[in-house]
């Protein structure tokens, strides 16, 4: 049958990723770099993803594809739910579906490690929880509760030699790429965060890479869908390891 349809244009796309929680059927996702609609029937072509887009990719055309499924759509929701369910279930319980047990929930204490350190002249961690990766931390994680909650791009610790003492000291932490993430599940676990725990404030670490500006538009959307009012401050941190901008 010929309906509208969202197309993207590869060329134009560089997988920033933000179309993708504004996509409320699931049906884009960034893979290889790129957002791909996935099925044509998960798509409603009424383009609520088309002003999300700094790049222009997304246009709704209208040609044949197949019909558009609301049933399909609620199976693919909720199997993504359930996927996300069952991974926080594991981490909570201090394993991985896989039966990793290295994703227990724990508070560091770190006064001793930090003096052993400082005595050998090395640079002390201030990580003071685990997990860190935020599809591992439960969302009524005891860290998290009255914490500021620093939000990092898994590339900024590399990239910013000073990571440890300049941002991540006193606050708790969850790293995501918004680009080679599950977007739509990171916009629901930091809703389900900053509804299940009081935070004192929030702080988004971002490369100057464009694919790395989604995360910020997560971490709002997220307030928005908790109605939560929380102020983000937005810290861009360039590939040689200056800070472009707060």
């Known amino acids: 049958m010929k309906r509208k349809i969202v197309l993207i244009d590869e060329q134009k796309c560089t997988g920033c990723g933000l179309c993708v929680p504004a996509c409320h059927e699931g049906a ?71 039966g990793c047990p290295s994703s227990m929930v724990r508070t560091i204490v770190r006064e001793e490690s930090a003096k052993e350190a400082e005595a050998a002249g090395a640079v002390p961690s201030t990580l003071a929880q685990w997990p860190i990766q935020l599809a591992l931390v439960p969302p009524q994680a005891k860290f998290l509760q009255g914490s500021d909650l620093l939000i990092a791009a ?73 109605g939560k009012n929380i102020p983000v401050q937005e810290v861009v941190i360039g590939i040689n390891g200056e800070i472009k901008s707060t």
């Not at 040609?63 to 369910?85: C, S």
């Not at 790429?177 to 702080?203: G, R, W, Y």
């Not at 971002?206 to 908790?226: Q, T």
Request: proline share 3%; charged share 25%; net charge negative.
């Open 28 to 98: 884009i996702q960034v893979i290889d770099g790129k957002a791909r609609l996935i099925a044509e029937k998960l798509c409603d072509g009424l383009g609520d993803c088309l002003g999300e887009c700094p790049e222009g990719a997304i246009t709704i055309v209208e040609r044949e594809a197949e019909a558009y499924d609301e049933a399909a759509v609620q199976a693919h929701l909720a199997a993504l739910r359930e996927e996300q369910g069952s991974c926080e279930a594991a981490a909570a319980e201090g394993s991985l579906p896989c």
């Open 154 to 226: 898994d590339c900024v610790p590399f990239a910013y030699g000073d990571f440890h003492r300049r941002f991540l000291q006193g606050k708790s932490l969850v790293i995501a790429c918004p680009k080679l993430d599950n977007i739509q599940a990171h916009l629901e676990k930091l809703a389900a965060i900053f509804k299940a725990v009081d935070l004192k404030s929030v702080s988004v670490l971002i490369m100057e890479v464009p694919c790395c500006s989604a995360l910020k538009r997560v971490v709002e959307l997220a307030l928005e869908h908790a």
